[in-house]
């Protein structure tokens, strides 16, 4: 007969990120942003619930935005230096996207990209998933972004999905992709 399934519901405060950019092409040019990023994950996660690894994760990362007009292409990569925990070894990874974006209007936008990155556990595939995404502006700091994944390797999910809330410190236009999952 067919396999039986269980599900367990496990709740709790997750990780805590701190993402922070700097544009290294000076006067915020209109022609094209390189942008050198830097992630930290902290472990405020409880792993003992499965909810996290117990370990502090951080990542440095460049992006290329290039806009022509309401549409706009990106590439970025990376290195995520992963956090050790005591119960498996995780292999810190270059990572990289391509995709594009597309401007609606002055406030939405919406776009595509492809992420891969090398094996993190070394019995697993490579990570690849492709994404879609939207995004709407509120007010000069708040955007919302929603997004739907489709995973292309073992180790991603089938598919996915999620929502984004991001509160920009400065004014300014940043790329959407920047919120975007998977690094």
């Known amino acids: 007969g067919p396999a ?104 939405t936008n919406g776009g595509a990209m492809l992420y891969a990155s090398q094996k993190v556990l070394a019995n697993k595939s490579h990570r690849a998933e492709a994404l879609v995404f939207v995004g709407h502006t509120l007010g000069n700091r708040w955007k919302i972004r929603g997004y739907l994944l489709r995973g292309l390797t073992t180790s991603v999910p089938d598919w996915g999905g999620g929502v984004l809330v991001n509160y920009l410190f400065e004014k300014q236009q940043l790329p959407a992709e920047l919120a975007m999952p998977g690094s």
């Open 4 to 107: 039986a399934h269980t599900y367990s519901v496990r709740s709790g405060m997750g990780d805590f990120h701190v993402v922070a950019s700097h544009n290294v092409i000076s006067g915020g040019s209109r022609d094209a942003l390189i942008l050198l990023t830097g992630k930290a994950k902290f472990a405020t996660a409880d792993s003992n619930k499965g909810l996290g690894t117990g370990k502090n994760d951080y990542a440095l990362e460049t992006t290329l935005f290039k806009p022509f007009g309401s549409l706009a292409a990106f590439a970025t990569l990376g290195y995520k230096d992963y956090g050790s925990p005591a119960a498996y070894k995780l292999n810190n990874v270059f990572y990289g996207s391509l995709g594009g974006n597309y401007k609606f209007n002055r406030d």
